[in-house]
């Protein structure tokens, strides 16, 4: 029996992985198209800034491991067309082009990034950070680097902001809609907008790219209300998935590459690494016979730093409500992160979304110093368990006062909801 995987590195690599661990007679064979493999995308923004010092603390396994586990891998092999019917695919490497046929074929070949062909787009200095090898590339043209001009104010764009601050850059970001952290309802995206602007950032916000300007290196960033010097411009205005080279193989596909959501009737684009990483293992799963196994879809969980806090979400928002009239409401608490009289203590500001009706809690969004990671998490369970305000209010958390408050903020916020 023979699989292949297209793509080598978070869905890729953990099926691969998985599939061997389950059936070790098994023949796979990783298709993947750069040379890196197996790495945590996720710790690039830190690696930019030396926080992560070293490029191979970022990879999880090498190609000689990999190969060591009874794995092949070819890198720098491109798959260039699938043809389920004959059950083979066609790829391209430096020299040679060839076929090779499967028994079972998994296509993990993940997103790239969108670059806006406005003018002048292809002057040097325009840096993605999608890849390992952006991310090697950018850490070293930083090094000369004083003004950096990000576009794109999502998840990507504020953490390289963040780093850029800590490595001394005069950083301009740019936003065409009016807040930061579109998943975000505004007045949360606004507290971690200021976070960012009390550390030093010049966020400009409904401001479209309209251009670059330089004589073969980028010197300005023009936008439809100002121009500003640059040295080097990092685009993250969002990623698209790699399945042009599936176009012609007859397979039907979902037009964006969706997951389907939890809460939502229709699929939705959440790229994400713990998705990817997920659904690696449940293929795998479900490659070896265990049907019972599924990709249990995204309720649109996420949390990033900010400087010094964290700011998460998980569910449903009152932009969610707004654009699809969903019958939600919402409550906005404060309240400190352990005992008040313990030491230390700091606020959390949390929103819960609940359904009006039934009480049902739907969503929660917070920022806070401390404390909030496990907070999102416990109400990601909550919201995929459908539990009521009543029964959060109810739920039996551990106390200690140098931990939590003995009513814990969530539960402060749910005999609100009550
Ligand atoms: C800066 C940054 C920070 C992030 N932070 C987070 C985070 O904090 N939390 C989180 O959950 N997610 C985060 N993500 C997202 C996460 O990294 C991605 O969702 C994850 O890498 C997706 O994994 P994947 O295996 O599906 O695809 P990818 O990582 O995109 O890998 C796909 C691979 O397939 C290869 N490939 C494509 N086409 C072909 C072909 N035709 N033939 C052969 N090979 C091919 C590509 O070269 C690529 O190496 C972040 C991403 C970035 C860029």
Same mark, same amino acid.
């Given at each position: 029996m023979k699989t292949i995987i297209i793509g080598g590195v978070a869905a890729g690599m953990s099926a691969a992985s998985k599939l061997k661990r389950l059936d070790p007679k098994r023949d796979i064979v990783v298709y993947e &198209?750069?040379? #890196? $493999? +197996?790495?945590? !995308?996720?710790?690039m923004p830190y690696f930019l800034s030396n926080i992560? @010092? &070293? @490029? !191979? +603390? $970022? =990879? !999880?396994?090498?190609k000689d491991q990999f190969e060591a586990s009874g794995i092949t891998v070819k890198t720098g092999h491109e798959v260039i067309g699938i043809f389920p019917k004959e059950k083979t695919i066609t790829f391209k490497n430096e020299t040679s082009e060839g076929v090779d046929h499967y028994d079972d074929l998994i296509i993990a070949t993940g997103a790239s990034p969108v670059h806006i062909p406005v003018n002048n787009h292809t002057l040097k200095g325009i840096y993605p950070l999608n890849s390992l090898r952006d991310a090697v590339t950018l850490k070293e043209v930083l090094k000369d680097a004083k003004n950096v001009a990000i576009i794109g104010a999502g998840f990507i764009g504020m953490e390289v902001a963040e780093n850029m601050i800590h490595m001394g850059k005069t950083v301009h970001m740019i936003e065409l809609s009016n807040q930061v952290l579109a998943p975000y309802d505004k007045v949360y995206a606004d507290k971690a907008q200021k976070i960012l602007e009390e550390a030093g950032v010049l966020i400009h916000l409904e401001e479209g790219l309209q251009g670059y300007q330089g004589e073969g290196h980028v010197t300005s960033v023009v936008t439809d209300k100002k121009t500003y010097s640059v040295d080097v411009v990092i685009e993250a205005v969002g990623v698209k998935p790699n399945t042009a080279f599936l176009k012609d193989s007859g397979l039907s596909m979902i037009p964006n590459g969706a997951y389907p959501h939890q809460l939502l009737k229709d699929p939705a684009f959440v790229p994400l690494g713990t998705h990817a990483n997920k659904l690696g293992r449940v293929i795998a799963e479900r490659l070896c016979g265990n049907l019972e196994l599924a990709f249990q879809g995204v309720i649109g969980s996420n949390i990033l730093k900010v400087m010094d806090y964290t700011v998460a979400k998980t569910g449903l928002t009152m932009k969610d409500n707004e654009r699809l009239s969903l019958n939600l409401a919402y409550v906005d608490v404060t309240a400190k992160d352990h005992a008040g009289y313990y030491p230390g203590a700091t606020p959390i500001d949390i929103r819960l979304v609940y359904d &009006? #009706? +039934? &009480? =049902?809690i739907k969503g929660a969004q917070m920022v806070g110093l401390k404390g909030v990671a496990n907070r999102i998490n416990i109400m990601a369970t909550v919201i995929s368990q459908k539990m009521t305000a009543s029964d959060l209010a109810g739920l039996d958390l551990a106390y200690s006062p140098p931990f939590q408050p003995v009513w814990d903020p969530l539960q402060v916020a749910a005999n609100q909801i009550k």
């Open positions: &198209k750069g040379h #890196d $493999l +197996s790495y945590g !995308a996720c710790g992560i @010092e &070293k @490029e !191979a +603390s $970022l =990879v !999880a396994r090498t &009006k #009706d +039934s &009480k =049902v």
